[in-house]
T-cell receptor, first 114, second 115 residues
């Protein structure tokens, strides 16, 4: 069965510093991969997605993620964090077959120091 | 497009009462999903529909939970009778068939509190 692991529950970075959030997935074939962001009391907003092609994908708000098949990873990065980036980030995996299930990781809460 | 619309945003009910959550997906999206978010269990897929037909309800926790999609623009998630452990945020999401290109779009959620 497919699964997603986000090993970091909390991450704290200083404003202006770079950010990398880790995501590892378990799936027998190439999956669809997504990163979502959730601000307090809000729904989930899609940051970026990967389904084929270039393994480095660009998203909104200056985020990018790199798909590494050999490491079963899809880490999210941002070169310079802004205070408004403080939120919870979820990695998700979807199967490329007929199932449309989207399975989420447990999330990483990002705190930004001024 | 107005996005995925959920109602109500907040619901407080007493244990034993029936609760109905509502969702309007994005027009043209073939798939609709119901998720539940709790601190303990994170985001769990409860059920999803394709063209109004339930495809996978393996995540529905108990018989007290039921979901329907009578037409392409409306779905409900019902809990009867409700219990305090059902307190959570319930999200609805929709997706077109080519989800790899467009992704899944989530509503703002319904925060349910059962007292």
């Amino acid at each position: 069965a497919q699964s997603v692991t986000q090993p970091d529950i909390h991450i704290t970075v200083s404003e202006g510093a770079s950010l990398e959030l880790r995501c590892n997935y378990s799936y027998g074939a190439t999956p669809y991969l997504f990163w979502y962001v959730q601000s307090p009391g809000q729904g989930l907003q899609l940051l970026l997605k990967y389904f084929s092609g270039d393994t480095l994908v660009q998203g909104i708000k200056g985020f990018e993620a790199e798909f590494k098949r050999s490491q079963s990873s899809f880490n999210l990065r941002k070169p310079s964090v802004h205070w408004s980036d403080a939120a919870e980030y979820f990695c998700a995996v979807g199967q490329m077959d007929s199932s449309y299930k989207l399975i989420f990781g447990s999330g990483t809460r990002l705190l930004v120091r001024p | 497009d107005a996005g995925v619309i959920q109602s109500p945003r907040h619901e407080v009910t007493e244990m034993g009462q029936e609760v109905t959550l509502r969702c309007k997906p994005i027009s043209g999206h073939d798939y609709l999903f119901w998720y539940r978010q709790t601190m303990m269990r994170g985001l769990e897929l409860l059920i999803y529909f394709n063209n109004n037909v339930p495809i996978d309800d393996s995540g529905m926790p108990e018989d007290r939970f039921s979901a329907k999609m009578p037409n392409a623009s409306f779905s409900t998630l019902k809990i009867q009778p409700s219990e305090p452990r059902d307190s959570a945020v319930y999200f609805c999401a929709s997706s077109p068939w080519d989800r790899g290109i467009y992704g899944y779009t989530f509503g703002s959620g319904t925060r349910l509190t059962v007292v």
